[in-house]
Structure formats: C-alpha cells, structure tokens
C-alpha cells in the first residue's frame, strides 16, 4: 500500500513539474509543440490566448453585397452569420462576437489576430469551390476562369474524352495524389487596360487578377460534393489540403480522373485558380489540394481549408469598415483584476497554513498543483482567457478549496471521536467524498447549461465562464481528492496511532 502511494506521489510531482514548465511564460522549443500535437508542424504556439476584453483586436463590419434595393432574407442573413462564425472558430480565433447588425450587415470582433489581411478574405469570400476540366494545359495560379457554372445551379456532368489508361495499381478508396508538374503562364505583360494572347488563350487584366476571357470551362463539380478538408502535411513538412467527397461527388470524380489521366484538373475558390495539378490516377472518394510549385503557406492552406469546409455564403460580402480595438477594459483595469487575483489566492493559502497548520500546507500544494494544471491546459486546448473566464478560473479555486475544507473537518470529527490518525486521514476523505461529487457533479452540469447559451445565443463571455469554471471544477476535484490524499498518505500515514504530541500540528 505505501509503495504504491510513492509511486503515485511521484507521477503526481512529475505531473506537476511539467505543467509547470508549460505554463511558464517562456519560449518552448519546437519538439515540444510536436510531441504534444503529434504534428510534424504545429498550428499554434504554446502561449496563452487572450480575449478582445485583455488584448484588443480586430473588428470588421460586413454587408450584403446586393444590387441596390434588391431585399435580403432574413433566414440568408442568419445563415451568413453561422458560416462566417464557423470561418473564425476554424481559423483558431475562439471567443469572437459574431453577431447581426440590422437586416445586412454583421459585426465580427476578432481577439488577439496575427493576419488580418488574410482573415478578412477569408471572412468576406463567397466560398465557391469548383473543380474545372483545364485540359490539356495547366493554368497558372490566382487566373481567374470562366466557367459555366452559375452560382446556386448544379453542375452537369463532365464530357469524357479518353486520354490515358486507368493504372493497375489504383485504389477507389485511397487518397488519390495529384501534384502540380509545373505552370504555365501568358507570355507578355497583363496590365489592367490591355490584353495578351499566351499559351492559355486571352488574358486580361481585371482588378490586378489576370482573366481568361476567350474561353469557358467545364466545371466537373462544385463544393457542394464536398464531405470534409483539413490541413494536413508531407514528409518534408509542407502543408497540403485532404479533402473528401460525397458518394455522388466521388462517383463524378473518379470518372472523370478515370479517363483524363496526364491531363489537368483546376480547383477554383471564387472563379481564381488555386491549384492546377496533372490527373496521374483514378480517385474516388478521398484527394488532395497542393499548393502547385510555390507550395502553400501553412495560413494560406488552413484558411483555405475552413472555406472548403464550411461552404459558401448564402450572400455575398463586403467590407464596410475595419477597425483595431484596444483592450475594452482598459490596460489599468487588467492590472488591477490580476493584483486583486493574486491577492485573493494569496490569502486563501495563507488561511489554509493558518487554520489547518500541516495539512493545510499540503493543500497548499495541492492548491498550487491544481492552478500549474489549470494553466497547462489553458495552453494545450486552447481555451481564451476574458474576464469572466478569469473569474470562472477563481471560483474554481474556491471550490477547491472548500473541497480541502470539507476533508479536513471530517477528518477533524473521527480523530475527536478517537480513531488513529492514519484511519482518520482514510476515513475524512471517504465521508466527504459523496458531498463534494454532488456539488461538483452539479457545478459541472450548470457549466454544460451556461456553454450551451452561450454557443447558441452568441454570449461568448457566458460560454468562456462556463468553459472555465467547468474545467477548473473537473481539476480541483482531482487535486483535492488524489494529490491531497496522496500528500497526507505519505506525511501522516506512519505517524502512528497516539496523536497527543500532533495536535498542534494538525490543528485540533
């Protein structure tokens, strides 16, 4: 029994030590990010995420992109709104408000944004994903196409010309490979006023993005057919994006992919050419998106994928106005919440040294286990910090400690009644463990109640409460329960049955 107390004693301190280490605000090295994510390359860093409340941000207003007095649906406004949420969450961004605006606009603020640039494109973008039949030509990336497919109409199917065998080794269930072998571009110099004849037909000069006017290509299928992308990457840890399709898309691809193998197929967001790689097998189902021979950016490729994933806009946006906003609460006002944070826990450890003398240190450390943990994880998931969600991080160190309480004075009550000291650490954590998973058990469910508004009534300071308050809750009962009482084990449990001599230690 004692030896496995040591071994849990330590796992518990070896624990603790890398928390620490994780929660420290230094710069952690690579290996670390990709022993934890199980990347080649991570997404995110290891710092802690602040909210629009603690860091200021981005906030950019969009509007229906509609002819004048031509109505916008309600119904397409609210939907705009989901999909342009689900853009911000998918870039990493948690705790936006995303909200409406009157009848067509929508408001979006954005904490703490690295590339606003790119995060507005994404944001605004109709999101139209097409797969277009380039022949046997590729095209050079950012042209745009013109294709014959109407937005809001489905694609017929793609003409066949046989140029190419299917290979023997083609599975329909595998990711099919499609690597761009180079890219050809229209010789000359496009300007905005003139047109060059290259290689790829006409091309004109339209808002500095390159058109191919004498031409309309065939569009094999849409984003429509899309199931799932995200972004994924090679050997050399460059990324690329993994999509899958529906079983009527993958029908339609691999028919086509069958027949037109060394030939090119394009994959246009928006009419733009984003990739232009060589058919060189029969796919079905499941393929990839490469960035051509410039390669994606690993932002560029995720912003990408979270426009493929979430589909396309119901209306069209654009930007009304973009701002950057300071910290609403003030830089004096975060200084002082986190001084009035520190203090608070500072005197709650002081309490518990005071009343409950040896034990209570040992919570102590359990306490400070529970807030390295706390911080670790904050980190790893990632979850934002926003005032309340530092308040919901307190009142979960309260109720650890009330934890700690209730264990103690229970404890207090079997030594009063005569019990050795070892069977009254037992006995003290087992009769207090039924009220502290009630309360928690009914702290946690409030939390899933309180996240659940917030994520569908756009109350992203209640669901950032509720986050935090929930997780602090599920840890404290950890270190309240098993790092204390593995604590107590190990510095009480041979102390033997006479406690005269303890008293005063123990605080009875």
């Known amino acids: 029994m004692r030896d496995r107390n040591w071994i849990s004693l330590i796992a518990i301190v070896l624990l603790a030590l890398v928390a620490l280490y994780i929660a420290l605000p230094i710069q952690h090295p690579n290996w670390l990010a990709q022993a934890l994510f199980w990347q080649p390359r991570d997404l995110r860093t290891l710092e802690l ?4 409340d603690l860091q200021g941000g981005l906030q950019v207003l969009l509007e229906a992109d509609m002819p004048e007095g031509q109505p916008v649906s309600r119904d397409a406004m609210d939907a705009a709104r989901v999909i342009v949420e689900q853009r911000v969450n998918g870039l990493g961004v948690v705790e936006p408000l995303v909200q409406a605006q009157g009848d067509r606009r929508i408001i979006v603020e954005l904490p703490g944004i690295e590339k606003p640039e790119q995060a507005i494109a994404t944001l605004k973008s109709t999101g139209l994903l097409e797969f277009v039949d380039a022949g046997a ?45 180079g890219m050809v571009t229209a010789t000359g110099t496009v300007t905005a006023t003139g047109t060059v004849t290259g290689t790829i037909g006409t091309v004109t000069g339209t808002n500095e993005i390159p058109t191919i006017t004498d031409r309309v290509f065939h569009t094999i299928m849409t984003g429509a057919d899309l199931k799932n992308a995200q972004v994924q990457f090679d050997n050399l840890g460059r990324p690329y994006i993994a999509f899958e399709l529906t079983e009527e898309g993958g029908r339609k691809f691999e028919e086509h992919t069958a027949k037109n193998i060394g030939r090119y197929l394009c994959i246009t967001m928006d009419k733009i050419v984003i990739s232009c790689p060589e058919i060189r097998a029969r796919i079905g189902t499941r393929g990839i998106i490469e960035g051509g021979a410039q390669g994606f950016e690993l932002a560029e490729a995720r912003n990408l994928a979270v426009q493929m994933r979430y589909g396309a806009l119901p209306v069209p946006l654009r930007v009304v106005d973009v701002r950057t906003i300071g910290p609403t609460l003030g830089q004096d006002s975060i200084q002082k919440s986190v001084r009035a944070g520190l203090i608070g826990v500072s005197v709650v450890l002081l309490f518990m040294l005071v009343y409950y003398r040896l034990p ?13 943990l706390n911080l670790a994880i904050f980190k790893l998931v990632p979850v934002t910090l926003t005032l309340p969600g530092i308040a919901g991080f307190l009142l979960s160190t309260g109720m650890a400690v009330d934890a700690n309480i209730l264990i103690f004075e229970r404890m207090k009550e079997e030594l009063r009644a005569g019990r050795p000291l ?33 994520s569908n009534f756009g109350a992203s300071t209640v669901k950032g409460f509720a986050i935090n308050l929930g997780l602090g809750v599920m840890i404290s009962m950890f270190t309240a329960v098993v790092a204390t009482r593995t604590f107590m084990r190990a510095v009480l449990g041979g102390v033997g049955e006479s406690i005269t001599k303890y008293r005063w230690l123990l605080g009875f």
């Open 360 to 372: 209570g240190l040992l919570a102590d450390f359990a306490l400070l286990t529970y807030a390295m």
């Open 49 to 52: 995420k602040l909210g629009l």
């Open 422 to 454: 070892p069977l009254a650490v037992e006995a003290g954590f087992s009769r207090a463990w039924t009220a502290i998973l009630d309360s928690n058990l009914s702290t946690i469910i409030t939390c899933i109640i309180l996240a659940w508004f917030g």
């Open 137 to 181: 030509t590729p095209i050079a990336r950012n042209v745009r196409l013109q294709t014959d497919f109407a937005s809001g109409g489905p694609a017929a199917s793609a003409p066949i010309t046989t140029t190419g065998g299917i290979t023997a080794t083609a599975n329909l269930t595998s990711t099919g490979t499609m690597t761009s072998t």
